[in-house]
Nanobody
Framework: QVQLVESGGGLVQAGGSLRLSCAASGRTFSRYAMGWFRQAPEKAREFVAAISGSGGGTVYAGSAKGRFTISRDNAKNTVYLQMNSLKPEDTAVYYC?????????????????WGQGTQVTVSS
């Protein structure tokens, strides 16, 4: 069982930056591909970014490409999402997710573990 705890959300003005962190329990973190998803009010959960177990492979949603960077530190059992040039439409609850394979995925139903979410609000 893997437990995930997100942090780093908050209120920021448009054009600003935030870095989200997701701390994972367990001793085999490097075996888990990790992803970030988000859900805005009255909208479906959507993929943001994902990273392979080794950190060598990343994939991004079109809305995140060029502005967001996903990374991981396997020694610290932590995955990060650096978000730059934030826009009001980035406002959502951001969720960290893990799947029990090295290979990342953009599909939420392929993830086994989820955090509780952290709120990101971008004001205009």
């Amino acid at each position: 069982q893997v437990q995930l705890v997100e942090s780093g959300g908050g209120l920021v003005q448009a054009g600003g930056s935030l870095r989200l962190s997701c701390a994972a329990s367990g001793r085999t973190f490097s075996r888990y591909a990790m992803g970030w998803f988000r859900q805005a009010p009255e909208k479906a959960r959507e993929f943001v970014a994902a990273i392979s177990g080794s950190g060598g492979g990343t994939v991004y949603a079109g809305s995140a490409k060029g502005r967001f960077t996903i990374s991981r530190d396997n020694a610290k059992n932590t995955v990060y999402l650096q978000m730059n040039s934030l826009k009001p439409e980035d406002t959502a609850v951001y969720y960290c997710a893990g799947r029990g394979t090295y290979y990342s995925s953009r599909y939420a139903d392929e993830y086994d573990y989820w955090g509780q979410g952290t709120q990101v609000t971008v004001s205009s």
